[in-house]
């Protein structure tokens, strides 16, 4: 299975949760949310060779840890993906929008110079405004939007703009997340659950529990689940391709 949203160092045990993904032998992309928490969390796929660590800057905390800008720019060129990135605009952080939106320039900026980078970026409640920055710094890398919420227009901008998405349980549970999975290119599509924030009908997901989502995929696209899979895997080895060489 492939989980490319998990934030696996937010988990009650951390420890035995990456443990279960070496064994399982899950894909999985454990998002931070601080660049002070990159290398605790590095070490978490310590002989975990299907788990990424991402490098990240979550725009919730943006008014809260923009001094920490530079420690990012310091580390990500250790770093071959990125993430959680982005801009929030919900109604208790769009107050806070101009100093994520600044934020969020000068991490395009550094991916930039690194050569770029494949990258999680959150947009709730702000999609206009997110792609607006990354049309603005094309040079950044591959987007990759996490549980996309926007409107179908949005969408389309998106698709047009080069980005891909990725889509979990909780996402296509309802309607409007299964008719944007519809629109989405399928060539462009990954799985994740965003654990422990994603929540499954028995409570957070646990990382690599993406099952809906592939099951959803594979009805959107009318093939069955082995070929939803394969299309995935797919997926995944071409963004794989796509991402600078390990560090």
Known sequence: MIDFHCHLDLY?????????????????LSVTTSPRAWH???????????VRTALGFHPQLAHERHTELPLFEALVGEARYVGEIGLDGGPEHRAHLEVQTRCLQRILTACSRAGGR??????RGAAD??????????EAGISVLHWFSGTRK?????????????????????LKGRQLLAAM??????TETDGPFGKGVDGPLMPGQVGPAVAACGATWQIDLTEAQDQLD???RTIGGLAIAEP
């Open 12 to 28: 009650a045990d951390p420890h035995a949760n990456a443990a279960r993904c070496r064994d399982s032998g899950d894909y999985i």
């Open 40 to 50: 605790g969390t590095l070490k978490l796929a310590i002989d975990a060779p299907r």
């Open 118 to 123: 494949v990258m999680s970026i959150h947009s």
């Open 129 to 138: 405004e997110v792609l607006d920055v990354l049309e603005q710094q094309p």
């Open 234 to 236: 797919s997926n995944l």
């Open 185 to 190: 290119p399928r060539n462009r599509v990954l």
């Open 154 to 174: 949005q969408l389309d901008r998106a698709v047009k703009l080069g980005c891909w998405f990725s889509v979990g349980p909780a996402m296509v549970r309802g």
